[in-house]
């Protein structure tokens, strides 16, 4: 965690997006060392680096929910041909089990067979403080963070059904923990509130880099229950919200309505303006996808709700905001949501081919980690709607 000399600015504003068709190695980590010579270079050399990928739950790398194995392998080839002394490999899903390795990914065995580490997050843990936190000022993360002289984000550019869009900055959340993630949405139940919490865990983490799987990224519901889409980019910056904004751009997200870049530019710590970012190679509009499929965004009438509305009050504007609803044809009532959810607003209920998933919508808080986390997508977030639905009540 540096910055690179712990001051407050990343390295520079470049942002080097370029052209990959395809998970092919040799490819695939041409374009990453390209791309990094002219984002202005990555100083590893001697260091001991922790590349994060996103794993929001282990599954296959053709669904595009992880990042791509071989996005991986071409990173940490580049990493250490760049001088890396030892590469720590981890991510930690909301439901992480005793031991995770992520093999259904294939992130685990190809951070192995590469001789880097894979990490488990849980064990041990570190304590981060950000005494200027505007949301939270002390973070439980994974101790890898301290052992880490640098950091690299590898997100995949997906949406997110409760933050629109995940991308660099967001994908640090999975620094924190397994369980110890849910009570931040409990804590911090709206999108602004929770905007806040993640710009203030990248001020307080600091990471140093990103490269940005966008060879095939996820549209409509993400980031667990959406679309693979072919995108063919590959992004790699030493500002996370640069990378972010540039991301955004491409999908067609209008990049400052995005709550996570709102709030980061807002700080002035990775930017102040959209227009300081520089694009050495492609350039987003050159590259943007018009019928990429997003999150609707919701109309809030103010950004500041989240902070200023009585809790009460938005506990009654929830009702018109879209919910969880379980599909029993597809429900494999694995209980999954029911864990993952911090309100305790889901349950199982029933026995054997009765069994189904119930929701207490009056204590649902919206943060839509049961879709994210359901490996079957058989739960759809939408406005609400008289439901016949045992599962949904
Ligand atoms: S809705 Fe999804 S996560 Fe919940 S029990 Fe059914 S299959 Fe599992
Ligand atoms: S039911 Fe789903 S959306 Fe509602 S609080 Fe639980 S996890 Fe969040």
Known sequence: MSFLGNTSKPANNRVAILQCGSYALEPLYQALKTSVALAGGLEVRDKTVLLKPNIVFDSAPEKAITTHPVFLEAAILLVRELGAKRILVGDSPGLQPHNFTAKLSGLGETAVRMGAQWVDFTQPKAEIAYPQGKTIRQFTVTGAVKEADVIISLPKLKTHQLMYFTG????????????????????????????????????????????????????????????????????????????????????????????????????????????????????????????????????TGSQLADFLLPRFILKFCERFTPRPFVNPALCIRCGDCTRICGSKAMSLAGEGKEKHVVINYRSCIRCYCCHEICPVKAIEIKKARKSTSPANS
């Open 168 to 299: 660099a900055m967001k994908n640090l959340f999975g620094l924190i923990p397994s369980m110890l993630k849910s009570p931040y949405h409990v804590r911090l139940p709206g999108r602004e509130a929770f905007a806040s919490m993640i710009v203030d865990l990248n001020a307080a983490i600091k990471a140093d880099y990103a490269f940005m799987d966008a060879v095939v990224g996820m549209e409509g519901p993400g980031p667990g229950s959406g679309f693979p889409r072919k995108i063919g980019l590959v992004l790699s910056s030493a500002n996370l919200l640069a990378m972010d904004v540039a991301a955004c751009e491409i999908v067609g997200y209008p990049p400052k309505e995005i709550p996570v870049n709102r709030e980061a530019l807002s700080r002035g710590i990775w930017l102040n303006d959209i227009g300081e970012i520089e694009y050495p190679a492609v350039k987003p509009w050159e590259a943007a996808l018009p019928d990429f499929k997003k999150i609707p965004f919701k109309k």
